[in-house]
């Protein structure tokens, strides 16, 4: 049971339960409990890895008095973008924090619109203006250099300016969540069943890993056991997922730099993936699996020796990939020191996945939670030090071969599983809980409020890239501009994830 | 140096012959039939409000439908006899607005008359279409031997090749690279957000499908649509701006 607090309290509460940043933030996020005469409530998790959980506490807003706080940024960093789109969503001041810009609504938006407030309709079309700057610095010779949102290549959509001095990039600043849809808004009053197509659409690169954070929530409130069968084809789906997107990503990040027989040969391995996907799936991004209670597909022992057989043919052109990489000197030339992220600068973001682990920060949720059938894989996370563009594609790398590992453990289990039930029928009653899993851009977690229906009254989704994305402006300081692409592609985070 | 290129030399030629056709477990157009009763549950487990029934008669609108396969599930479920719904293991058609769908066969067969240069827009998507988009590039599909190119402005370009429901915060991108791009121009709303627009339902963040801020030419049903429906889009798309062109 979370602790409540009293707004006045949160500094304090904050301080207490990061314990110095050994606990990271994991998500901070508002709901409107005016309903059940609660009123407005920011909820504060935070990791605890010790215990492989997640705890923390909740602040309670009286709707009719104050609505600010002491923004807790200064203390926890990690907290500067919830804060900001608390104040979006809720209209909860944050005193003290330092960007006080929006974050989630642009400037077709009225000011005081807090769309997920309940007294606002899901398709309230409100128009009105506000203010949304874009930072730049100023001073001799700085230029500016705006780049999107619509961008040169087949990518999604955001705005960047950089402040540059000469070559070099001094200053940049991304405005964001171009694709917000408003899904957390779009799913409430839905059952967990009618929201999982909307779910498994908030991104395509992360579906399995958004779908099962959002199914393990749901399977917290009603408190039931997924069959072992489904626990693994869930936890083989997983490690699908993310050898489908480092492989992309390997073959993407010489991209970068126009090493194009390193894309072509990512490209041929990727494809072989996608459609391993759809026979597998039934679509190329394997939607269609996972449902709240299990899963909805068996993987067939036919099955298994076809992955068999494309995970054989990929490690192989991993291999080569790998070699290719390592023997080319001016590849490597661009790569090493090129986006570096400190070790301090990942653990004060709270940053996740990949982009930590490559700044010699072991954060990875299959170890530091126990879901799935990760405790029976005898799983390590991959580190590297440096922190550069070098030390993140490596990291993949490292990580493709723990995969293919596991890819093959599990086939093993699932051979030896000799339960057949693919999933439990789900009886929804009122509650709360999360869910997490490890995408392959890193951890992503989900909250989800169930009413006395059993509907959704409350989807909170943190994914990866969410904590991933203000290291990307620190990374790049000091980069000359032509490496801007190479340095983003080495992080691969998701606008559609983040921008909901 | 030598090294890579006996690497690229070790490898056979990747580039395929677009085939429509899928495997065993893919979720395509759906095909057979059902009584009244079970079509009514088809249409109520729709989550786009794409299945819409008359008697014993049903319609899919492959605009909007996410291809979830929970129509086909229902049936399974409630029919007991033979009759029943299931997905065709290809995929939908390009859906055309000016000229009929004879127009892409006929197309795959002449060789182009001219190339078509496109700009891709991302309205608001999940990131599927678009990174089946950038999967055309890749030596299987070879997009480029068809004479197609993606370009980085809208002012290069004949068609503007939008994905995703129409974001509040995209309208007015959307709205300016329509309007840079030069004439005769083509719009091609592509997987079942752009084309749809019913994926989300409708928030307070969304405006819709492309159709309600920008003309569509020419719907591309999927959610997403395979790099081969894309493919196939796309050269009736030149083919209509041939049309355009005369």
Same mark, same amino acid.
């Given at each position: 049971?979370? #602790?409540?607090?009293?707004?006045?309290?949160?500094?304090?509460?904050?301080?207490?339960?990061?314990?110095?940043?050994?606990?990271?933030?994991?998500?901070?996020?508002?709901?409107?409990?005016?309903?059940?005469?609660?009123?407005?409530?920011?909820?504060?998790?935070?990791?605890?890895?010790?215990?492989?959980?997640?705890?923390?506490?909740?602040?309670?807003?009286?709707?009719?008095?104050?609505?600010?706080?002491?923004?807790?940024?200064?203390?926890?960093?990690?907290?500067?973008?919830?804060?900001?789109?608390?104040?979006?969503?809720?209209?909860?001041?944050?005193?003290?924090?330092?960007?006080?810009?929006?974050?989630?609504?642009?400037?077709?938006?009225?000011?005081?619109?807090?769309?997920?407030?309940?007294?606002?309709?899901?398709?309230?079309?409100?128009?009105?203006?506000?203010?949304?700057?874009?930072?730049?610095?100023?001073?001799?010779?700085?230029?500016?250099?705006?780049?999107?949102?619509?961008?040169?290549?087949?990518?999604?959509?955001?705005?960047?300016?950089?402040?540059?001095?000469?070559?070099?990039?001094?200053?940049?600043?991304?405005?964001?969540?171009?694709?917000?849809?408003?899904?957390?808004?779009?799913?409430?009053?839905?059952?967990?069943?009618?929201?999982?197509?909307?779910?498994?659409?908030?991104?395509?690169?992360?579906?399995?890993?958004? #779908?099962?954070?959002?199914?393990?929530?749901?399977?917290?409130?009603?408190?039931?056991?997924?069959?072992?069968?489904?626990?693994?084809?869930?936890?083989?789906?997983?490690?699908?997922?993310?050898? #489908?997107?480092?492989?992309?990503?390997?073959?993407?990040?010489?991209?970068?730099?126009?090493?194009?027989?390193?894309?072509?040969?990512?490209?041929?391995?990727?494809?072989?993936?996608?459609?391993?996907?759809?026979?597998?799936?039934?679509?190329?991004?394997?939607?269609?699996?996972?449902?709240?209670?299990?899963?909805?597909?068996?993987?067939?022992?036919?099955?298994?020796?076809?992955?068999?057989?494309?995970?054989?043919?990929?490690?192989?052109?991993?291999?080569?990939?790998?070699?290719?990489?390592?023997?080319?000197?001016?590849?490597?030339?661009?790569?090493?020191?090129?986006?570096?992220?400190?070790?301090?600068?990942?653990?004060?973001?709270?940053?996740?996945?990949?982009?930590?682990?490559?700044?010699?920060?072991?954060?990875?949720?299959?170890?530091?939670?126990?879901?799935?059938?990760?405790?029976?894989?005898?799983?390590?996370?991959?580190?590297?030090?440096?922190?550069?563009?070098?030390?993140?594609?490596?990291?993949?790398?490292?990580?493709?071969?723990?995969?293919?590992?596991?890819?093959?453990?599990?086939?093993?289990?699932?051979?030896?599983?000799?339960?057949?039930?693919?999933?439990?029928?789900?009886?929804?009653?009122?509650?709360?809980?999360?869910?997490?899993?490890?995408?392959?851009?890193?951890?992503?977690?989900?909250?989800?409020?169930?009413?006395?229906?059993?509907?959704?009254?409350?989807?909170?989704?943190?994914?990866?890239?969410?904590?991933?994305?203000?290291?990307?402006?620190?990374?790049?300081?000091?980069?000359?501009?032509?490496?801007?692409?190479?340095?983003?592609?080495?992080?691969?985070?998701?606008?559609?994830?983040?921008?909901? | 140096?030598?090294?890579?290129?006996?690497?690229?030399?070790?490898?056979?030629?990747?580039?395929?012959?677009?085939?429509?056709?899928?495997?065993?477990?893919?979720?395509?157009?759906?095909?057979?039939?059902?009584?009244?009763?079970?079509?009514?549950?088809?249409?109520?487990?729709?989550?786009?409000?794409?299945?819409?029934?008359?008697?014993?008669?049903?319609?899919?609108?492959?605009?909007?439908?996410?291809?979830?396969?929970?129509?086909?599930?229902?049936?399974?479920?409630?029919?007991?006899?033979?009759?029943?719904?299931?997905?065709?293991?290809?995929?939908?058609?390009?859906?055309?607005?000016?000229?009929?769908?004879?127009?892409?066969?006929?197309?795959?067969?002449?060789?182009?008359?001219?190339?078509?240069?496109?700009?891709?827009?991302?309205?608001?998507?999940?990131?599927?279409?678009?990174?089946?988009?950038?999967?055309?590039?890749?030596?299987?599909?070879?997009?480029?031997?068809?004479?197609?190119?993606?370009?980085?402005?809208?002012?290069?370009?004949?068609?503007?090749?939008?994905?995703?429901?129409?974001?509040?915060?995209?309208?007015?991108?959307?709205?300016?690279?329509?309007?840079?791009?030069?004439?005769?121009?083509?719009?091609?709303?592509?997987?079942?957000?752009?084309?749809?627009?019913?994926?989300?339902?409708?928030?307070?963040?969304?405006?819709?499908?492309?159709?309600?801020?920008?003309?569509?030419?020419?719907?591309?049903?999927?959610?997403?649509?395979?790099?081969?429906?894309?493919?196939?889009?796309?050269?009736?798309?030149?083919?209509?701006?041939?049309?355009?062109?005369?």
């Amino acid at each position: 049971m979370m #602790t409540t607090i009293m707004p006045e309290a949160i500094l304090m509460a904050a301080e207490k339960m990061s314990a110095g940043g050994k606990h990271p933030l994991t998500a901070m996020f508002g709901r409107d409990e005016t309903a059940t005469g609660v009123g407005y409530v920011i909820y504060c998790y935070f990791e605890i890895p010790e215990e492989k959980t997640v705890d923390g506490f909740k602040v309670v807003f009286n709707p009719n008095g104050s609505l600010e706080y002491d923004s807790i940024t200064h203390v926890v960093p990690a907290a500067a973008w919830y804060e900001r789109e608390i104040k979006d969503m809720f209209g909860l001041v944050p005193k003290g924090h330092p960007d006080l810009r929006p974050l989630v609504l642009h400037e077709t938006f009225p000011e005081d619109f807090y769309p997920l407030r309940k007294n606002v309709k899901v398709n309230a079309k409100v128009r009105g203006e506000r203010q949304f700057k874009v930072r730049t610095a100023k001073g001799e010779g700085l230029f500016e250099v705006p780049v999107g949102p619509i961008h040169a290549g087949i990518i999604e959509p955001g705005h960047f300016r950089f402040s540059q001095a000469g070559e070099a990039m001094l200053q940049l600043d991304a405005k964001l969540f171009y694709t917000h849809r408003g899904i957390e808004k779009a799913v409430e009053g839905k059952t967990p069943y009618e929201a999982l197509p909307i779910v498994e659409r908030i991104c395509g690169a992360c579906s399995i890993a958004n #779908t099962w954070s959002f199914c393990q929530a749901v399977e917290k409130v009603v408190s039931v056991q997924v069959p072992r069968r489904a626990e693994i084809i869930r936890t083989l789906l997983m490690e699908l997922e993310r050898i #489908t997107n480092h492989v992309g990503d390997i073959g993407n990040i010489p991209a970068g730099v126009g090493f194009n027989p390193a894309i072509s040969l990512g490209g041929r391995l990727k494809e072989k993936l996608m459609r391993l996907n759809e026979a597998v799936a039934g679509n190329r991004f394997l939607r269609g699996m996972i449902i709240p209670g299990g899963v909805a597909q068996n993987i067939t022992s036919e099955l298994c020796e076809r992955i068999h057989q494309v995970m054989d043919e990929v490690a192989d052109g991993v291999e080569d990939m790998a070699t290719m990489f390592h023997e080319q000197e001016n590849f490597q030339n661009r790569i090493q020191t090129t986006g570096i992220v400190r070790n301090q600068t990942a653990m004060d973001l709270a940053m996740v996945g990949v982009g930590a682990r490559a700044s010699g920060y072991a954060h990875d949720s299959r170890s530091d939670f126990s879901y799935g059938v990760y405790d029976e894989l005898d799983f390590k996370p991959y580190t590297k030090t440096m922190g550069d563009v070098a030390a993140r594609l490596l990291v993949r790398i490292g990580e493709l071969s723990a995969s293919f590992e596991m890819v093959d453990k599990l086939i093993e289990l699932l051979n030896n599983c000799g339960e057949q039930e693919l999933s439990v029928v789900m009886e929804y009653v009122e509650g709360s809980g999360w869910g997490i899993s490890e995408s392959a851009r890193g951890s992503n977690f989900q909250y989800v409020a169930l009413d006395g229906d059993g509907r959704i009254d409350r989807l909170f989704v943190r994914s990866a890239s969410y904590a991933n994305w203000p290291a990307l402006p620190i990374a790049v300081q000091g980069d000359i501009i032509p490496d801007f692409p190479l340095i983003n592609k080495s992080f691969e985070l998701c606008y559609a994830c983040i921008d909901r | 140096m030598f090294k890579v290129l006996e690497r690229i030399f070790k490898d056979k030629l990747a580039t395929e012959n677009i085939s429509l056709s899928a495997s065993d477990r893919y979720r395509g157009p759906i095909e057979g039939s059902a009584n009244s009763d079970v079509l009514k549950e088809c249409a109520a487990v729709c989550p786009v409000k794409a299945f819409n029934v008359s008697g014993d008669k049903y319609n899919v609108d492959y605009k909007k439908c996410i291809f979830c396969g929970r129509c086909v599930e229902a049936c399974a479920k409630k029919a007991i006899d033979e009759a029943s719904l299931r997905h065709k293991h290809e995929d939908a058609l390009p859906v055309l607005i000016e000229s009929g769908q004879e127009v892409l066969q006929e197309v795959l067969k002449e060789k182009l008359g001219r190339s078509l240069h496109v700009r891709h827009l991302d309205a608001g998507s999940c990131n599927a279409c678009d990174f089946e988009m950038g999967a055309m590039s890749n030596p299987v599909y070879d997009l480029h031997r068809y004479g197609v190119h993606f370009v980085a402005s809208p002012r290069h370009a004949d068609m503007l090749m939008v994905t995703g429901v129409v974001t509040r915060n995209l309208e007015q991108a959307l709205k300016m690279s329509y309007e840079a791009l030069p004439e005769p121009k083509l719009v091609m709303a592509c997987g079942a957000c752009a084309a749809g627009g019913e994926t989300y339902g409708d928030t307070y963040a969304v405006v819709g499908a492309a159709d309600k801020v920008v003309p569509v030419d020419i719907y591309v049903p999927g959610c997403p649509p395979r790099p081969t429906a894309m493919i196939m889009a796309l050269l009736a798309a030149a083919d209509m701006l041939k049309e355009k062109m005369k």
